[in-house]
């Protein structure tokens, strides 16, 4: 089972990126899936999270109104597209899959993890 985040890059203040998750080994289609993100020194925190059926969508506090979140069951992907993107919003940013149909905003929730992508935006 693999969750392969790609997306990331270097990108200016101001700026958009979208990131695309994809599964492999297994479907998803009935699991919540997450992003995270940790930054240099932090701890990792929640992102944003999107129920089975593409419902019950959560956003962090720190970046609501900027981020949207998506899913596609037929292709086992789930995308997070971020707009206006700040100095702050640099981190490593990791896809996972969570226990249950509906996910949360603790990891503890999530079993299978990506590699993560990282996301530099330059002030």
């Known amino acids: 089972v693999q969750l392969q985040a790609s997306g990331g890059g270097l990108v200016q203040t101001g700026d958009s990126l979208r990131l695309s998750c994809a599964a492999s080994?297994?479907?998803?289609?009935?699991?919540?899936m997450g992003w995270f993100r940790q930054a240099p020194g932090k701890e990792r925190e929640f992102v944003a999270t999107i129920g089975w059926r593409g419902g019950y969508i959560l956003y962090a506090d720190s970046m609501k109104g900027r981020l949207t979140i998506s899913r596609d069951n037929a292709k086992n992907t789930v995308d997070l597209q971020m707009n206006s993107l700040k100095f702050e919003d640099t981190a490593v940013y990791y896809c996972a899959a969570a226990r249950g149909s509906v996910g949360s905003s603790d990891p503890s929730g999530y079993n299978y993890w990506g590699q993560g992508t990282l996301v530099t935006v330059s002030s």
């Open positions: 080994g297994r479907t998803f289609s009935n699991n919540a």
